[in-house]
């Protein structure tokens, strides 16, 4: 068989991305090698021929899935031209909503590979990446007037206003998916939508 071109290796690794990307935040990152490779239609051995490893693959997917969830919301920002009040109540409509309850392979990467990083080792890349994304978040998050007064805090721009949201959000979407099935999975979406759009 005659070798890949630089052009199909470069399709091939973003299929595998891609692939990981939506298995990983549905089913976590224990999903194998082979069963990925499956899915995104290509050689168990194409792997390598890609990545160094597996813990390789899971620090480059979560840099991808958080750079797809930031550009979503400069997305977002920009269709309510600039006004981050309106931009954040649609997130949350979104965010809170059955659909996204119900499609994790396409939802939150915070909801979705929480505890996969927490179980992996301090050092690792995927960390840190994880939780420059959860300031990232926050940081939009934040109230517009704690932006434009100007505060800070760990959380970035509107510190703990930021941070408090999403919280709210991340922890409503992780018990709506364990409870789901049940009348409290909708209510606990519910609760947490109000909760917020009433906050401000």
Known sequence: MGRVSQAQAEENRRRVVDTASRL???????????????????????????????????????????????????????????QRDAAQRALIDAYLSVEHRDNAADGCPVAALAIDVARGPEGREA?????????????FLAPAEAVAGG???????GGEGGLARLCTLVGALVLSRATQGSPLSEEILAAAHAALTEAG
Request: charged share 30%.
């Open 24 to 82: 990983f935040r549905e089913q976590g990152t224990h999903v194998s090698v082979a069963d990925l490779m499956k899915a995104a239609d290509l050689t168990h051995g194409a792997f390598y021929k890609q990545f160094a490893s597996k813990e390789a693959l899971v620090d480059e997917v979560t840099a991808h899935v958080f750079d797809e969830s930031a550009r979503r919301n400069a997305a977002g920002l920009e269709r309510h031209d600039g």
């Open 127 to 139: 960390r840190r990446t994880y939780a420059d994304g959860v300031a990232d978040f926050a940081a």
């Open 151 to 157: 505060e800070g805090g760990e959380g970035g721009e």
